[in-house]
């Protein structure tokens, strides 16, 4: 089964992810901020993580720099999910090493087509 690293602060997007990947058949881990994910992926070593970008203590792209510059970790594929919608925000986010970039607000049918696409 492959393992699904959840990263956001709104719970309501955790709730609705989490049983839409199950239900896809994800083993889905959750985590509410970057310190959070960071810990639970060196832990569990995702095939994907969907990570959101403002967060408290670490925001997404802190995360999705460790992540890609760590050899157990850089085969994560990673699914930024954010409403920061700008160019710059959206390239930046590619820069640090993002596979995909969605933003807020989604839908939820394409996002599952798409990591089913990556993983």
């Not at 959750?30 to 993580?49: C, H, S």
């Amino acid at each position: 089964m492959k393992k699904i690293l959840i990263v956001d602060d709104e719970p309501n997007i955790l709730l609705s992810l989490d049983f839409l990947m199950k239900k896809n058949g994800f083993e889905v881990f959750i985590a509410r901020d970057g310190e959070e994910a960071l810990d639970i992926a060196q832990r569990e070593k995702p095939t994907i993580v969907i990570l959101d970008i403002m967060m408290p203590k670490v925001d997404g792209y802190e995360v999705c720099q460790f992540l890609k510059s760590q050899a157990d970790l850089s085969h994560a594929r990673v699914i930024f999910l954010s409403a920061k919608s700008k160019d710059t925000d959206i390239q930046k986010g590619y820069d640090v090493g993002a596979d995909l970039y969605v933003t807020k607000p989604f839908s939820t049918r394409t996002l599952v087509k798409q990591v089913k696409e990556l993983a």
